[in-house]
Every structure is written in structure tokens, then in C-alpha cells.
T-cell receptor
Framework: RKEVEQDPGPFNVPEGATVAFNCTYSNSASQSFFWYRQDCRKEPKLLMSVYSSGNEDGRFTAQLNRASQYISLLIRDSKLSDSATYLCVVNPYGGSQGNLIFGKGTKLSVKP | ETGVTQSPTHLIKTRGQQVTLRCSSQSGHNTVSWYQQALGQGPQFIFQYYREEENGRGNFPPRFSGLQFPNYSSELNVNALELDDSALYLC????????????FGPGTRLLVL
């Protein structure tokens, strides 16, 4: 089983749609969780951290279910500028090592 | 912009050659992590340097080595290049060796022929 698995995509949605991405992770001791966004041929950029209580940033909502080892990202009212690859990211260690484990990413294409 | 810079932006090498990639961390950051991203894949952790010491290593062979300098900039060296080393090499800087957010540079795109 891969350490971080994501929906393969691609997701092709019209502007204004709501789209949800899912991700599972294998290491139950994982400490912190993130969604990164990567535009074509660019570096990954932090979109948001994910907390057990769930968190929202404008049109974006992230949820974490530790019992199921499941992370989600919901994008409401999709914009053309949301088109990118969304990477689910897990930091499996507590404190001493900060390497990030990335999923393969899910490509989102928002069409007019 | 994150303030993390990498050089060069692109590089073409042949099999068996050696390459050195460079990264300047964001001001105030003392940790640099290196990642390899092959086409269509997520980034894979190579190693991390914290205050000039290696602080963790991913599943990469010893021909991948690195350094961190007193100003916290870093180098990634790859010896005996193989075709599969063709990838985007990303460095990320952060403060501390734990859970702090990592900020990525624009990457170096390496092609091995």
C-alpha cells in the first residue's frame, strides 16, 4: 500500500461547480497533514494545513479523519484559476524529522 | 514568492556525469529539504539538512549527497547520473526540524541523456 494515495483524476468541472478530493494515508502515527497546489511546471505551494477539527479558508474546506486515515479537500464555486494539480501531503514524524510524503496528485481542470 | 531560490533552472547532462544543484533558503530559515519529482509523480523526499547536519534521508542511493553551509544555503550533488535521474529537483526551506511549513523554490529541471 502506498503511503499516501489520492483519487487519480483528472477532474474536469464547469465553473461554479463543487469538487471534492480524497486522500488516504497508511501511517497511523502521522502527525500533520496538508494540501499543496502545484501549477503546471511550477513548484508546489501550500494551500492549507488540515486539522482534526476541520478547517475552512474561503471556498476551500479540509477535513481529517484520523480513525479512517482519510483526508479530504472540498472546493466550492470553482474558478478557472483553481485549475492545477492538488497534492495531498503527510508528515509522518513527530518533531525530529520534517520530511513530507506526497501523493501523486489529482489534476483539476475548471472549464468556462 | 517564497524567497527560496534555486540554480540553475534547467540542466542537461549525460549518463555517468556528476551534477551540483544549489538552493538558497528563505531569510530566517535554518532547514533545507530536497525532493525529486519525476513526471506525473508527487515529490519524493531525498534528505533534509538542519543547521549543517543531515537530519533524515529518504530512499535514495549514496550517490545522492548534500551539504548545508553556515548561511543555510544548500547543495545537492548527484554522481554517476542515470537516465532515471531526469526530474524536477525541488528544495524547500523551513525553520526548525519538525512540523513547520516548508516553502518550495522553483526547482531545477534536470535532463539526463
Amino acid at each position: 500500500r502506498k503511503e499516501v494515495e489520492q483519487d487519480p483524476g483528472p477532474f474536469n468541472v464547469p465553473e461554479g461547480a463543487t469538487v471534492a478530493f480524497n486522500c488516504t494515508y497508511s501511517n497511523s502515527a502521522s502527525q500533520s497533514f496538508f494540501w499543496y497546489r502545484q501549477d503546471c511546471r511550477k513548484e508546489p505551494k501550500l494551500l492549507m494545513s488540515v486539522y482534526s477539527s476541520g478547517n475552512e479558508d474561503g471556498r476551500f474546506t479540509a477535513q481529517l479523519n484520523r480513525a479512517s486515515q482519510y483526508i479530504s479537500l472540498l472546493i466550492r464555486d470553482s474558478k478557472l484559476s483553481d485549475s492545477a494539480t492538488y497534492l495531498c501531503v503527510v508528515n509522518p514524524y513527530g518533531g525530529s524529522q520534517g520530511n513530507l510524503i506526497f501523493g501523486k496528485g489529482t489534476k483539476l481542470s475548471v472549464k468556462p | 514568492e517564497t524567497g527560496v531560490t534555486q540554480s540553475p533552472t534547467h540542466l542537461i547532462k549525460t549518463r555517468g556525469q556528476q551534477v551540483t544543484l544549489r538552493c538558497s533558503s528563505q531569510s530566517g530559515h535554518n532547514t533545507v529539504s530536497w525532493y525529486q519529482q519525476a513526471l506525473g509523480q508527487g515529490p519524493q523526499f531525498i534528505f533534509q539538512y538542519y543547521r549543517e547536519e543531515e537530519n533524515g534521508r529518504g530512499n535514495f542511493p549514496p550517490r545522492f549527497s548534500g551539504l548545508q553551509f553556515p548561511n543555510y544555503s544548500s547543495e545537492l550533488n548527484v554522481n554517476a547520473l542515470e537516465l532515471d535521474d531526469s526530474a524536477l529537483y525541488l528544495c524547500a526551506s523551513s525553520y526548525g526540524q519538525g512540523q513547520e511549513t516548508q516553502y518550495f523554490g522553483p526547482g531545477t529541471r534536470l535532463l539526463v541523456l
